[in-house]
T-cell receptor, first 114, second 114 residues
Framework: GNSVTQMEGPVTLSEEAFLTINCTYT??????LFWYVQYPGEGLQLLLK?????DKGSNKGFEATYRKETTSFHLEKGSVQVSDSAVYFC?????????????FGKGTLLTVNP | GAVVSQHPSRVICKSGTSVKIECRSL??????MFWYRQFPKQSLMLMAT?????????EQGVEKDKFLINHASLTLSTLTVTSAHPEDSSFYIC??????????FGPGTRLTVT
């Protein structure tokens, strides 16, 4: 079956530090890949996505590239801010019958200190 | 665009009572809605998938008689937790989809059963 493995946190950084959160996946065929962000007490927000190999998703300074050869979709940001503190989920989407289901990683808690 | 709301945001109920949670797509028609459960500091667990006008498809291990899902229209799905017990206390999140590979998440409902 499908699975997503992301680096376990928590990750604590100082403001303006470089961020990498690793994500690898297992799936048959060609899934779409996503990063979602969850702020405390809230639901999930789509941060970025990529639907085919070599695509780069980007948003709010975050980037991730769909690497089929390494089955990876690592999240990066060059300079984090305190407001980036949240839980980040890597996910893949693939057909499950007539619906497309999301499979999530366990989430990585990021704390950015001023 | 693509806003999903949930009501209530928080609910406290007594053991043995039933609780209904609503999920609405505010500015689009959702052909499919998903219900997730999230335990503290853990990932989202898909409970069920519902398509408008048909019965929900439950994931393995989810009791369909305990978690009743109704998707009566293209903008509304409800989850009813019947005869709630303290172990049902959790964060319930819905998502709505009108296309493949894209789900829009609600803000979540915190259920506490006393």
């Amino acid at each position: 079956g499908n699975s997503v493995t992301q680096m376990e946190g928590p990750v604590t950084l100082s403001e303006e530090a470089f961020l990498t959160i690793n994500c690898t996946y297992t799936a048959t065929g060609y899934p779409s890949l996503f990063w979602y962000v969850q702020y405390p007490g809230e639901g999930l927000q789509l941060l970025l996505k990529a639907t085919k190999a070599d695509d780069k998703g980007s948003n709010k300074g975050f980037e991730a590239t769909y690497r089929k050869e390494t089955t990876s979709f690592h999240l990066e940001k060059g300079s984090v801010q305190v407001s980036d503190s949240a839980v980040y989920f890597c996910a893949l989407s693939q057909s499950g019958g007539s619906n497309y289901k999301l499979t999530f990683g366990k989430g990585t808690l990021l704390t950015v200190n001023p | 665009g693509a806003v999903v709301s949930q009501h209530p945001s928080r609910v406290i109920c007594k053991s043995g009572t039933s609780v209904k949670i609503e999920c609405r797509s505010l500015d689009f028609q959702a052909t499919t809605m998903f219900w997730y459960r999230q335990f503290p500091k853990q990932s989202l667990m898909l409970m069920a998938t519902s398509n408008e006008g048909s019965k929900a498809t439950y994931e393995q291990g989810v009791e369909k008689d305990k978690f009743l899902i109704n998707h009566a229209s293209l903008t509304l799905s409800t989850l009813t937790v019947t005869s709630a017990h303290p172990e049902d206390s959790s964060f319930y999140i819905c998502s709505a989809s009108n296309s493949v590979h894209e789900q829009y998440f609600g803000p979540g409902t915190r259920l506490t059963v006393t």
